[in-house]
């Protein structure tokens, strides 16, 4: 990190990592956003956030997380105040401001970077940063709560319900009788707030079913139970903006696996992404209208990409989940769909960070007190 800032350039404060199992998936995004912001006009400020969740800055912080070679590296903070603005670290004990920041870029996914809690402390400090606020990005991770949310607004999703662990605990046959109460096999078991198909199981039998909501409530207090759909074909679009959002074209993924699992969507490298997905125009059209009416449901900011179940037989359409932070590397779904759509990589990152500046003005503007008689 250098001294010098022209004060001309936007100095940005792009954070990843984080204590999530998509931290490593966070490097990968942070090196292709960082790789992007065009330095005529950005002062990159990189921030690590460890597994432990220690915020971390130095020379090739980026580097260094990815070899998990943390010594050297200085502990930095921001203050959850307004009027304590900038960057600092920790420095014999004391606290020691390194940086001014124009905007924070969490290019962090899952758990404490897209949920909703990062986002309260930037609330906190009011300070401008890209993607969701503490709603959108809290609606976007609960997997249940979203549904409802859908289901408030006529968004067709897959009929669901929601377990606690301490029912499955306390009474595991009465949990199985509910959750087979939603039709035949095969039925999804997943944790509420995960994702990249973490603790998600496909459930073929009882056997499998008690298996999955075992394994979905070591990772959740709340766990979800799902139809599966049939021959599910997954169909995936990009939405970017703040009140006036737009949908890019349509893409396919082509799990390697019997469902999109984790290794399916990281380790195997030969899951396929069609674009545009080849599927009809109406259809393409209606899942481009529902993901911007979701999107504008959860109130979500800056970019979410909406994923989607088409059925194969009756060709009815479920939105299954939108994700506000999603996988950002060049290769990555959400970039390649506006690439497709006629948005680089670079002009989308210049575009995040105006919404992300856009978003501040406007709460700025919003009055916090109300004094009677002013
Ligand atoms: N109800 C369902 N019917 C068919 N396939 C499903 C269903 N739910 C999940 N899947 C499969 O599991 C994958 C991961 O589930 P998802 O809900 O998207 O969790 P995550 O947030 O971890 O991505 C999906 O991409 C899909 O392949
Ligand atoms: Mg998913």
Known sequence: ??????????????LFGGRSGEH????????????????????????GITHQGDWVVGENVLDALEQNRLEGLEPAFIFPEPNRPGLYVL???????????????????????EDGTIQGLFELADVAYVGAGV?????????????????ANDIPVVDWIIL???????????????????????????????????GVTKCKSRADLIEGLKQAAAFDRRILVERGVEGAREIEVSVLGNDDPIASVCGEILPSRE????????????????IPAEIPLETAERIRELAVRAYKAIDCAGMARADFFLERNTGQ??????????????????????????????????????????????????????????
């Not at 390649?336 to 960070?353: C, T």
């Not at 105006?354 to 009677?372: F, G, I, N, S």
């Open 164 to 198: 606690r662990r301490s029912e499955i605990e306390k009474d595991l046959p009465a949990a199985v009788q509910r959750a087979e109460a939603l039709g035949p096999y095969p039925l999804f078991t997943k944790p509420a707030n995960l994702g990249s198909s973490v």
């Open 135 to 151: 709603l959108g990005s809290s609606l976007g991770m609960d997997k249940g709560v979203f549904k409802d949310v859908m289901r």
């Open 259 to 274: 469902f999109y699992s984790y290794e399916a969507k990281y380790l195997d490298g030969t899951s396929g992404l069609i």
């Open 91 to 113: 420095r014999d004990g004391q606290a020691v401001k390194i940086a001014d920041v124009d905007m924070y870029f969490p290019v962090l996914h899952g758990t404490f970077g």
């Open 1 to 14: 990190m250098t001294g010098e800032s022209s004060s001309s350039r936007l100095r940005v404060a792009v």
């Open 317 to 374: 359409v479920f939105l299954n989940e939108l994700n506000t932070i999603p996988g950002f590397t060049r290769i990555s779904m959400y970039p390649k769909l506006w690439n497709a759509s006629g948005i680089l990589y670079p002009e989308l990152v210049d575009r995040l960070i105006q919404l992300a500046l856009e978003r501040k003005a406007e709460r700025d503007v919003t009055v916090r007190e109300y004094r009677r008689g002013e």
């Open 24 to 47: 490593e998936i966070s490097l990968l995004s942070a090196r292709s956003v960082m790789a992007a912001l065009d330095p005529a006009k950005y002062e990159i400020l990189p921030v």
